[in-house]
Nanobody
Framework: QVQLVESGGGLVQLGGSLRLSCVAS????????MGWYRQAPGKQRELVAL???????NYADSVKGRSTISRDNAKNAVYLQMNNLNADDTAVYYC???????????WGQGTQVTVSS
């Protein structure tokens, strides 16, 4: 069972930046994909960004251009840098990891991000 631990959330000013981190309990070098989802109150969980084991990335339109996902296999970690935050970015952010396309994903416990004005 892979454990994913997120950190870096908190209260951020409108227009500010933050960096979320997710550390896995084992080597991520062979993980097919890792990434981030988020869930705002009363809304469904949605994709934020994904990164594959060969470095390909995919971003939701809502964060494209102001977010960067990266992974550090040596640290078993994936990161999400988000800039120019707005109220719609307020949500619980979940780390996800998938060992292969045909296996169910692992989820972290989530970290709260609140953007205030």
């Amino acid at each position: 069972q892979v454990q994913l631990v997120e950190s870096g959330g908190g209260l951020v000013q409108l227009g500010g930046s933050l960096r979320l981190s997710c550390v896995a309990s084992e080597s991520i070098s062979s993980f097919y994909v890792m990434g981030w989802y988020r869930q705002a109150p009363g809304k469904q969980r949605e994709l934020v960004a994904l990164i594959t084991n060969v470095g390909s990335t995919n971003y939701a339109d809502s964060v494209k251009g102001r977010s960067t996902i990266s992974r550090d296999n040596a640290k078993n970690a994936v990161y999400l840098q988000m800039n120019n935050l707005n109220a719609d970015d307020t949500a619980v952010y979940y780390c996800i990891a998938r060992l292969s396309p045909n296996r169910p994903p692992y989820w972290g416990q989530g970290t709260q991000v609140t953007v205030s004005s």
